[in-house]
C-alpha cells in the first residue's frame, strides 16, 4: 500500500513539472504541434518514470555475529497497545470513492454521445461521417463522425465549423481528450491534472483554428463565426467541440505572429527537472555484505567464518565455493536457490565435504527470507579441521561441544554444568540443545569451561552451599520440588560458596500475588501451537510436561499447511498430539488423577471458579484450557499447585483470553 502512495505522489509532481514548464514557457509560442506532443509527453512520463528504478549496489563490511548474553538482557513489562487509526487505509478509502465517482461521470457521459450518435442518419464524405442532427448542442467531432446542426448556422457559418472539426478529426484529437479525462479519473483529487486537461484541450483547438484559417479564404468570417457561438454552451462531453471557452485567446493566437525557431530550446528546459527527478527518487542503493573471511585465532586454533545472509549474491557464493576450497580443500556445493520479489533468499542447500573426513548439509526453506547463518571451521593444533553450522538460534552445536572438549584445548581443564564440578564424558553427552549458556576462559595453562543448561541436568547439591531461590534462602526441600522448566538462571558463587536460583515466575507468599517476567529476544523464533487432543494448550505450556508413553500420535504442521488449518495462528507452525486417553463405558474422554491433597479442596475449587458471577474465568489444568463442566470430573485429591491470575497481570500472561482472570492448576501425574 505504501509503494501505491508513493506512486501517486511521484505522478503528480511529474504532472506539476510538465504543466509548469507549458504554462510558463511554452504557452504563448505559436509552436501548437509541438505544445501538444510535449502534453501527451508529460502524461506518458508521470505513469512510466516511477516505475523506471535504478540499482545502485554498495558493498559494506560484514555484521559482525553476537552472542547474546541472556544475563544482560532487560526484563521488560508487556505494554497495552492503544487503539491506532490507519491512516493508510482512510486515504485509500477516499481515494476509491473519488475514482469511482469519476469512473461512473466518465460512463455517463459516454451513454450521452451514444444516444447522440445511435440511430441517427449518416453522410459519408471521403474519411468523414457527417450527422446532421436537430438537437440543440454545439458542433463536435468524435473520430470520424462530424456532428452539426445546420438549421442554426448559415451556409458560410457551418463551411467554417466542418472545415475546423475535420482538422479535429484528421489529426485524431479525440486521442488526447481521452486520455486526458483518463488522467483526471486517476488523479482526481490533484488540482493540476484538471489544468493540464484544460491545457491540452485549448491547444488543441489553436491547432484546429491556424489549419481551418489556412483553407478558409476569408479568415475574418471565420472569426464571426468564433464570436457568434460564444453564447452557446451546450456541449456533449469527451469530444471536440467547436465551442470553447476563452474565445478571445483563440482569436489571439490566431492572429499571433509565428514564433521563432530559437525559441524551442524552453522544450529542453525540462530535461535536467528530469534528470535531478532521477537522481533523487529513482535509485535504489542496495548492500552487500563483503565476502570476507573473518578468522579469530588464540595461540592453540583458529576458527574461520563464513557468514551467509537473505542478500548473499551468486557472486559471494561463487566467492566462498573458490575460497573454501583454496584454503580447506573443503568441497562447497549452494543450490536449490530461491529469492522473492525483493531479492532476499527464502531457500538454499548447502553441502560441504572434505573426502571422507567431513559431510555436512543444511537446507533451509520457506515463504520468508532466510535468517542469517554462517559456515564455522575450526583448525586444531593438530591440522585437523571441524566443520559446522552457526545461527542466531544454535549458536552452539554438538560438534562445538566436541571441537571444545577434543581440540587445543589441552593440559589442565576444569568443566563445570550447572555449577556442579563434571568429566569430559558428561560434557560429550550434554544435549547441545539442552545449553542456554557456555563460557570458556583460560589462565595460566588452566581452561574452565562453565555450562548452564536449560533445564538442570545435574541436581544441586546444596549439603555445603547456601541455595537461594528468587533472593529467598531455601532447604533441600524447597529446591527438590522446584519445577525445573520455570528455572530462568542459575548463579554458581564457588567462593562465596551459595548457589542463586531466578525462575520465570516469582511467587512472592506475603500478598499471596504471582507476577511473571517476560524476556523477549529480538529475532528468536515464536513457538509454534500446540493441539492436544483437538485442544489448544495455554501459550507456557512446556512440551516437556507431557509423557512420551501416554502419546498415541503426533503430527508436525509447518508453512502454508499450517496457516491453511489454523489460520494466522499456525503461522510459527502447529503441533497436533493425540494422548492414549482412557474412555468411560460411552466411550467419552475420562481423566485419570493421581496423588495426595496438598491445596484446597472441592468445595473451595468451586468457590473460586464461580466467584465472578457471569464473567467466565479462563480455566488451564495440565497446560490444556478446560471448561467449568469439564472441572466437575476434577478430584481435589489430584490437584498439585493452582495460581490464579486476576485483571492486568492475567491480561499481561494470557491476552484478552484472560481479561476475566485465570486459573492454572498442576495435577499429580
Not at 567464518?305 to 566462498?320: A, G, W
Not at 528468587?470 to 528455572?487: A, F, H, R, W
Request: charged share 25%.
Amino acid at each position: 500500500m505504501e509503494a501505491f502512495f508513493i506512486f501517486i505522489a511521484k505522478s503528480c509532481g511529474l504532472l506539476v513539472l510538465f504543466y509548469c514548464a507549458y504554462y510558463f514557457l511554452l504557452r504563448k509560442e505559436t509552436f501548437f504541434t509541438s505544445n501538444r506532443w510535449f502534453l501527451l509527453a508529460g502524461l506518458i512520463t508521470s505513469i512510466v518514470l516511477p516505475f523506471l528504478v535504478y540499482t545502485k549496489e554498495v558493498w559494506v563490511d560484514p555484521t559482525p555475529m553476537i552472542n547474546l548474553n541472556l544475563s544482560q538482557i532487560n526484563v521488560t513489562q508487556p505494554i497495552e497497545e492503544s487503539f491506532q487509526i490507519n491512516w493508510n487505509y482512510v486515504f485509500l478509502v477516499l481515494y476509491s470513492i473519488g475514482f469511482m465517482i469519476f469512473v461512473f461521470k466518465f460512463l455517463m457521459d459516454f451513454r450521452s454521445l451514444n444516444s447522440v450518435l445511435k440511430g441517427k442518419k449518416l453522410s459519408q464524405q471521403a474519411d468523414f461521417k457527417f450527422i446532421d442532427t436537430t438537437e440543440n448542442i454545439a458542433p463536435f467531432s468524435y473520430f470520424d463522425y462530424i456532428v452539426y446542426n445546420s438549421s442554426m448556422y448559415t451556409t458560410v457559418e457551418l463551411e467554417n465549423i466542418i472545415e475546423h472539426e475535420k482538422v479535429h478529426s484528421e489529426q485524431n484529437h479525440t486521442f488526447d481528450v481521452l486520455i486526458s479525462r483518463v488522467f483526471c479519473i486517476l488523479f482526481w483529487f490533484n488540482p493540476f491534472v484538471w489544468l493540464y486537461k484544460k491545457a491540452i484541450t485549448q491547444n488543441l483547438e489553436f491547432i484546429a483554428d491556424k489549419v481551418a484559417a489556412q483553407r478558409i479564404t476569408d479568415r475574418r468570417s471565420y472569426q464571426y463565426t468564433l464570436l457568434k457561438i460564444t453564447t452557446h454552451e451546450n456541449c456533449v462531453a469527451i469530444t471536440n467541440h467547436f465551442y470553447q471557452s476563452l474565445i478571445k485567446k483563440r482569436i489571439v493566437m490566431l492572429n499571433k505572429n509565428q514564433s521563432k525557431k530559437r525559441n524551442s530550446w524552453k522544450f529542453c528546459v525540462v530535461v535536467p527537472a528530469l534528470v535531478a527527478f532521477v537522481l533523487l527518487f529513482q535509485i535504489e542503493t542496495v548492500a552487500h555484505e563483503k565476502p570476507q573471511l573473518v578468522t579469530v585465532k588464540s595461540n592453540t586454533e583458529g576458527i574461520d567464518v563464513f557468514k551467509i545472509t537473505k542478500t548473499t549474491t551468486d557472486e559471494e557464493f561463487n566467492q566462498k565455493v573458490k575460497t573454501l576450497k583454496e584454503n580447506f580443500d573443503i568441497t562447497a556445493s549452494f543450490s536449490d536457490l530461491e529469492r522473492n520479489s525483493k531479492n532476499e533468499l527464502i531457500a538454499i542447500k548447502v553441502e560441504l565435504k572434505k573426502g571422507n573426513e567431513i559431510a555436512r548439509q543444511m537446507e533451509v526453506e520457506g515463504n520468508n527470507a532466510i535468517k542469517a547463518f554462517a559456515i564455522v571451521i575450526s583448525t586444531l593444533e593438530n591440522g585437523k579441521l571441524t566443520v559446522d553450522f552457526k545461527t542466531d538460534e544454535t549458536a552452539i552445536t554438538n560438534n562445538n561441544i566436541k571441537a571444545l572438549n577434543n581440540s587445543a584445548l589441552t593440559g589442565e581443564k576444569e568443566i563445570f554444568i550447572n555449577g556442579e564440578k563434571a568429566t569430559e564424558a558428561e560434557l560429550n553427552n550434554l544435549d547441545s540443545k539442552e545449553i542456554e549458556s557456555m563460557d570458556v576462559s583460560k589462565k595460566s595453562g588452566k581452561t574452565t569451561i562453565k555450562i548452564i543448561t536449560k533445564h538442570l541436568t545435574k541436581p544441586i547439591k546444596i549439603s555445603d552451599k547456601e541455595v537461594y531461590i528468587n533472593g529467598v534462602k531455601s532447604n533441600q526441600k524447597e529446591v527438590s520440588d522446584l519445577d525445573q522448566n520455570t528455572i530462568e538462571s542459575v548463579d554458581v558463587n564457588t567462593k562465596g560458596n551459595t548457589v542463586e536460583i531466578t525462575t520465570k515466575t516469582v511467587t512472592n507468599s506475603n500478598d499471596s500475588k504471582t507476577t511473571t517476567n517476560v524476556v523477549t529476544i529480538s529475532g528468536q523464533q515464536e513457538k509454534p501451537i500446540v493441539y492436544i487432543n483437538g485442544k489448544l494448550t495455554s501459550p507456557d505450556f512446556d512440551m516437556n510436561d507431557i509423557d512420551p508413553n501416554k502419546i498415541s500420535s503426533m503430527n508436525v504442521l509447518k508453512g502454508q499447511k499450517a496457516t491453511e488449518k489454523y489460520g494466522s495462528d499456525g503461522k510459527n507452525g502447529v503441533i497436533e498430539i493425540t494422548t492414549k486417553t482412557p474412555t468411560d463405558k460411552d466411550g467419552n474422554e475420562k481423566r485419570v488423577y493421581r496423588g495426595h491433597p496438598t491445596i484446597k479442596s472441592t468445595s473451595e475449587i468451586s468457590t473460586t471458579i464461580k466467584s465472578d458471577g457471569k464473567a467466565k474465568q479462563l480455566i488451564i489444568v495440565d497446560g490444556v484450557i478446560v471448561t467449568d463442566k469439564s472441572m466437575s470430573d476434577l478430584d481435589s485429591l489430584d490437584i498439585k499447585k493452582m495460581e490464579i491470575y486476576k485483571g492486568a497481570e492475567a491480561i499481561a500472561k494470557y491476552g484478552e483470553k484472560g481479561k476475566n482472570g485465570v486459573i492454572v492448576i498442576t495435577t499429580r501425574k
